[in-house]
């Protein structure tokens, strides 16, 4: 409690006792659910600061005197109250629409007693590092975390006037306004590329200058499998050498190797394989059919390796960015979840991918292709940075602004 004991000059510490009275949401019987007016849940509370009733797709029927009892309004702050970790128990939204809406068993509702909190700066004060601090000390349970009523009323937190909440409150909504505005591009490109796959890799649409058919082979006539060995969790980050391991394929290499997470000793190396630029490595193990044989190529020069679990691939001929993308299209995907071994964990092997059936164009046209589709991902990565950048740039922000480090008014 030492940070909150050195309240800025001008600020006041206050309860959240202090500024709103708590009740518990409601559950009912799933039959209930679909239907009626809408109903605030735990993910939207987690997800979002602020809530609109757009924001919530959940709906639930109930009686009149049910839905006075529990009924949201403009300004009413929504916690979560329970939840698996530490670092999300109580997490708050504050809600900022006319329309009603209801707020489940998990939720807790704070309804103000104070106009001393502007409601949109407290959706971004409620977050501050501050209060999460003793609201996540505060929580309790093993398997879960829980919060409650008391607890929450005890919470501290540090309040400027209200011309200064309401100018930190609009510094902070322009950097969500900003952050909303790059997530909706990056999303609007990501369809453009979308779209650009599914013609240009099945020559539904062509780049000037090509024609021709496109031939039909056999992804094993097309170059040679090896595997990948070696490599545990604990050795991923032993040594400087660059290494991709099999689960890596899934969360962090998408089409083309861009970076390396793990970074293994020449030790650890002699148990692993070798790998070169062009090589496409293939996840030979999975969760679910639909994932499986998840692929991404290598275009970096030098010493690199393959762990295990790992099917590779070395083209002798064609593109590797082409292929690359070629074999995580739609089509491909579904003759890899086909060919997939197993239920709860999934497996593919060598045999199985080279048996893939695949229509190719020239090089020349697989080279232009791979150009594009690599363009368009620059692009989405150029955004990434702005968004990842943005995001950090925020979070400053409200460690300046709702500590009074940084003063606006």
Known sequence: MNDIARVPEGW???????????????????TAYGRGLRFANVLEVITNTHLSAQMIPGRVATSAAESARYLVQRGDVLFN??????????????????????????V??????????????????????????QIMAAGQGGIRANIGQKSLSQIKIALPDKPEQEAIAEALSGADSLIEGLERLI???????????????TAKR????????????????RGQFFKGSGVRKDEAKSG??????????????????????????????KTARSIKSG????????????????????????????????????????????????LNSPGAQKQKARKGQGDAVVHISATALGDLDLELPSQEEQAEIATV??????????????????RQVKEGMMQNLLTGRIRLV
């Open 12 to 30: 006041s510490l206050v309860s959240l006792g202090q500024l709103m009275k708590f009740q518990n949401g409601f559950n009912t019987d799933k």
């Open 81 to 106: 109250r329970t939840s698996e970790t530490q670092e999300e128990v109580g997490l708050a939204s504050v809600y900022l629409d006319d329309e009603p809406i209801l707020f489940g068993g998990f």
């Open 108 to 133: 807790l509702r704070g309804k103000p007693i104070s106009d001393a909190i502007d409601p949109v700066f407290a959706g971004y004060g409620l977050r501050s590092k501050i209060v999460r601090q």
């Open 187 to 201: 999303a609007k490109k990501r369809l453009i590329k979308q779209g650009a796959m599914q013609d240009l890799l």
């Open 206 to 221: 062509r780049l000037p200058g090509f024609s021709g058919e496109w031939m039909p082979y056999k992804l094993g006539e």
């Open 240 to 269: 400087l050498l660059p290494c991709v391991r099999y689960g890596e394929l899934y969360t962090l290499h998408h089409d083309v190797v861009r970076h390396f997470d793990s970074f293994i000793s020449a030790g650890v190396a």
């Open 279 to 326: 090589d496409i490595l293939f996840a030979g193990s999975g969760e679910t059919k639909e994932e499986i044989g998840k692929c991404a190529v290598v275009t970096f020069e030098g010493e690199m390796y393959a762990g295990g679990d790992i099917i590779a691939f070395r083209p002798s001929g064609d593109d590797p960015v082409f292929l690359s993308y070629l």
């Open 373 to 390: 589709l690599e363009d368009m991902d620059a692009e989405i990565q150029a955004l990434e940075t702005r968004l990842e950048k943005a």
